[in-house]
């Protein structure tokens, strides 16, 4: 993996991730209120101080990010926020199930547990990821790459909310999943579920982001903005790839559970596709109402009722609008996001955008050598 985030304490957050998750799998209040506490007042991530003999010692916390006024930066929270309407939309489920307040608040102690972890996984830190990089555009366009605390250059920020501090510093990340905590691990745990992994045995899809980690970087020492915002743009497009394919995942899993199962499966099909809802409606609301009949649980309604192939079908608008390739989305037991393509008889490969019109241009010079 790339080495110029590691030195950075803001990839650290991932500990805080990774002790929330070890407290809340103990059946004890003592263990959840300390949960909380870390989700609160965070513990791993140490702020930068100026004068370490004088300024006190402080960390960020989940809970800062969850709230950050910085993620008004990413073009996407305003999705979040108007899905939600709630500027805080994620902080309030997190708290409402520390809480015992609302829907997850009382359900079975496995279900909260990851309700908890996966929205703070893949709704606080990733939507912090995004605005991180929306603030590394600003700052590339202000003229100071390193206009952040303590001077920390604005893409090595990026890469530590996606990677984290837990992946070590092998090609690929941990070979371990349960060591990752952050968007890099989710994607290389699904590579190996939808076979869309590189010969190095990781995702498909990180070898893309690594790329475009680099490019970053170099794109804002150089100050070439334009061509860094073009970066940031197919970062983002290819962020959600592990996101379609965990929904995807989880209607399968689902599929056969009622939705007054005790699994914990019920809780992550739900809070995956709450990561992604609002991206989708963005673009295809039919895609999101579907989404929403089948992955988000309804009182006496059984979940994924139309079938995991439908819920994969629904993504289909978003990976044309975001140009997403099938070889990097994949498909798990039979079910994939491209069988859509295919039914709309659509070129859906890592070509699928350029060969259609050569192809059509051929096609029609066959016909005019026939006539």
Partial sequence: ICLFWLWLQHSKIDLDVNAIKALLSFDSDESWAAAKDIYMYGKNSEIYRKSPESDPYTVRSLQSLATSALRKKSPWYKLFEEYHQDPNYADKIIMDVFEG???????AREQRAEMLTKTIQYQVLYMYLLAEAADAEADCRSG???DNIGGAHSWDEVAAFYIGSLEGTTRGGSNDFSDGQLQWNLANKRSTQFNTQVPDGYALVNSEIEDDLYAGKGELDAYACDSLSKTIKRIERNSIVPMIQSV???ALKVEDLSYSSSSKDIAEAEAFAMAILPIVKSVDMPGAIVLEN???IQEGVQPVSEGAQRVADAFYK???EFELECELVGQADGVGACEMFRKMSSPASSMWSSAAPLLSIMLAG???ALL
Avoid: C, F
């Avoid at 307040?101 to 359900?107: C, D, E, H, I, V």
């Fill in 318 to 320: 978003t990976m044309v």
């Fill in 366 to 368: 066959a016909l005019s």
């Fill in 294 to 296: 089948n992955m988000i």
């Fill in 248 to 250: 995807i995942r989880y």
């Fill in 101 to 107: 307040r609302g829907k997850w608040g009382n359900a």
């Fill in 144 to 146: 100071d790459k390193n």
